[in-house]
């Protein structure tokens, strides 16, 4: 059985390890060598790249894509989306979501990773939908954890339901490199008993454990795993392309990847990595992610917030808190946006040294609902107080949201024409509407 791989290095590698700030001429540079190479998919869009093209590097997210495109003949792109929240860090309208889907795959996305933050399926539903509807492929995601919650159960059942959705793969979305290697066997022998479709592993060295979690994994039968090329591989972004080629090389599993192209394509990025120096992270493993669960990029933000309020010494207070504040809200996966969510307020309790006596708007709306169904029971006494009377929501958070694109272009016409262009200020208004207006003015 052949194992296929999806190239990270163009969209999380560098996230991960560049703060998002490749810029698309050094994509560009080397694309008809990685299109050459025999990659399953080529992961180059969506997460925190959309964002970052308009705010950091003076770019059109949409161009992008469109020159990406032009050069990938032989590969098909794949891209992230957060299910409902899109590529923001809330819940949008149906419409917006559709128009958005539409978008991305009319302008070159093959294949859309869908996943929400607390494997809530309600708000994965339409995105499926509206993928399938304009002709992508519909990857269907679970985002794994470890909690008293997050067994093989929860896994299998959660994967019935998407399956149900009709999906066309389905992705264990290991973000904070949790999954060990006899667990990722044990889960993946279990999903294969529920479903044929193909299944993809995409993890994150951080815990140092991902190469091997992926070998286990395949020999369970994973059918795709997510690396990086080198240059940008391990720390916190993904195994190396160049090592798990070689791993299966000569067996069963060979991928049938030519590892010299590789190393080829690994130097070119290691002369352009120079370039990101100022925001280079850690090509190291930490595994204390293991015990305090928390990814990277969360890590990364703490740090931020903590230095921003000199508060940099309560470091280490923070990090104890926060699987607190998890366990209280009900164990949801720390990835975006509950990740950011979880530790705001943890940064919050330990500030203000009383817990919970600053609560953001974000953790309240989550209390409420207003993100989905969290997948534990939120600690009784915190929701009475925070919902303070108001009952919290059990519907789909979007059935809750009126439809907003038409309304929008409206609104914006008289400097945004085009529907992406639209779609840019809906996501991110003040950031897009500066960028449009000095770029399409």
Not at 59 to 88: C, V, Y
Not at 210 to 227: C, F, P, R, S
Not at 389 to 409: H, M, Q, S, V, Y
Request: glycine content about 6%; proline content about 4%; overall charge negative.
């Amino acid at each position: 059985m052949q194992v296929k791989i999806t190239e990270t290095i163009l969209r999380d590698a560098q996230q991960s390890l560049i703060a998002t700030r490749m810029k698309t001429e050094d994509m560009l540079e080397v694309l008809n060598d990685l299109d050459n190479i025999g990659y399953h998919s080529l992961e180059m869009w969506g997460g925190a790249t959309f964002d970052s093209c308009m705010r950091y590097l003076d770019e059109d997210p949409w161009i992008r894509l469109r020159k990406i495109k032009l050069r990938s003949n032989n590969t098909k792109l794949q891209m992230l989306l957060r299910g409902q929240n899109i590529l923001g860090y809330r819940h949008y309208p149906d419409d917006v979501l559709e128009k958005f889907v539409e978008k991305a795959v009319d302008n070159g996305i093959d294949i859309v990773r869908i996943f929400d933050a607390l494997n809530d399926v309600r708000n994965m539903e339409k995105a499926i939908e509206f993928t399938k509807k304009y002709g992508g492929h519909a990857q269907g995601s679970i985002v794994y954890t470890t909690s008293p919650i997050h067994d093989i159960k929860h896994y299998v059942e959660t994967t019935k339901k998407l399956v149900g959705l009709g999906i066309d793969s389905l992705c264990l979305k290991d973000m904070a490199g949790l999954l060990t290697p006899y667990r990722s066997y044990e889960l993946v022998n279990s999903l294969k008993e529920v479903t044929d479709i193909p299944i993809q592993l995409h993890s994150h060295n951080t815990s140092g454990m991902a190469a091997m979690t992926y070998l286990k994994a395949i020999e369970a039968g994973a059918d795709i795993i997510d690396t990086a090329i080198s240059a940008l591989a391990s720390g916190t972004s993904q195994p190396p392309t160049e090592s798990m080629v070689a791993s299966l090389t000569g067996t069963k599993y060979d991928t049938g990847i030519k590892l010299s192209e590789v190393v080829d394509i690994a130097a070119y990025f290691r002369n352009i990595r120079d370039n990101y120096s100022d925001f280079q992270g850690s090509f190291a493993t930490d595994p204390r992610v293991i015990t305090n669960q928390i990814p990277g990029g969360m890590l990364s933000n703490l740090r931020s917030q903590l230095k921003s309020q000199d508060m940099f010494h309560l470091y280490d207070e923070v990090l104890k808190e926060v699987p607190r504040v998890r366990k209280d809200l009900g164990y949801p996966p720390l990835v975006t946006p509950t990740s950011q969510i979880v530790g705001t307020q943890a940064v919050f309790n330990v500030v203000k040294g009383t817990r919970y006596e600053l609560v953001s708007k974000e953790t309240r709306d989550y209390v409420k609902g207003m993100y989905g169904r969290p997948p534990g029971e939120i600690n009784p006494e915190l929701k009475e107080k925070l919902l303070a009377g108001e009952k919290a929501i059990d519907c789909r958070p979007a059935e809750t949201l009126e439809n907003k694109f038409a309304e929008t272009l409206k609104e914006v016409q008289d400097f945004i024409t085009k529907e992406e262009d639209v779609l840019s200020y809906m996501l991110f208004p003040d950031v897009a509407e500066e960028f449009l207006k000095r770029h399409y003015r």
